[in-house]
């Protein structure tokens, strides 16, 4: 059962445009959503988070769009560059014991920025 | 401040043996926990330690283990390895109790033969 479902699986952008990937989660309960940033050869790197109780959080480029009626949330990159080509996942936790339980992680995306 | 470090970064083991992985948190961090990167699978939670103990556990067999030493350094263990645990093995550390932010390490790459 995929509990958090990513979409698109790989998406191209021109260099200045805007980059979006788009999640779904199929548990209430969960309270905590990050995104992460993946190099080849390198582990994931938070880039931001959110918790269930704003709509928006935007950190310099990035920003993510929180839906919870829809159970949906979203990364935004403005001004995307060629830096930016990675892999983007989001993810979902419960917020226990001071700290977020084990993430569950939507299959990624692997963005491409055109020059 | 240094980031979480895996050792080793490459490893090759046959079908059937053992292998142990190693983590080392970012300093003051208690809180580790285990995933695995698989193209198939994507990133699936294994479990996780804090203060040395296991506080929470994904779908894994129980094969795969883990155990947390008093300077929150961590291994993980696989038993009679199979071809399918060929995969990224990557470590994250937490400040549990002041963020719920999880830090990743570079991984450990496992290939079984």
């Known amino acids: 059962q995929q509990q958090v479902k990513q979409s698109p699986q790989s998406l191209i952008v021109q260099k200045g445009g805007i980059s979006i990937i788009n999640c779904a989660y199929e548990n209430t309960a969960f309270d905590y959503f990050p995104w992460y940033q993946q190099f080849p050869g390198k582990g994931p790197a938070l880039l931001i988070a959110i918790r269930p109780d704003v709509s928006e959080k935007k950190e310099g480029r990035f920003t993510i769009s929180f839906n919870k009626s829809a159970k949906q949330f979203s990364l935004h990159i403005m001004d995307s560059q060629p830096g930016d080509s990675a892999t983007y996942f989001c993810a979902a936790s419960f917020i226990s014991g001071g700290g977020a339980d084990g993430l569950t992680f939507g299959k990624g995306t692997h963005l491409i920025i055109q020059p | 401040k240094a980031g979480v470090t895996q050792t080793p970064r490459y490893l090759i083991k046959t079908r059937g043996q053992q292998v142990t992985l190693s983590c080392s948190p970012i300093s003051g961090h208690r809180s580790v926990s285990w995933y695995q990167q698989t193209p198939g699978q994507g990133l699936q939670f294994l479990f996780e330690y804090f203060s040395e103990t296991q506080r929470n556990k994904g779908n894994f067999p129980g094969r795969f283990s883990g155990r947390q030493f008093s300077n929150s350094r961590s291994e993980m263990n696989v038993s009679t390895l199979e071809l399918g645990d060929s995969a990224l093995y990557l470590c994250?550390?937490?400040?549990?109790?002041?963020?719920?932010?999880?830090?990743f390490g570079p991984g450990t790459r496992l290939t079984v033969t």
């Open positions: 994250a550390s937490s400040l549990v109790g002041f963020s719920y932010e999880q830090y």
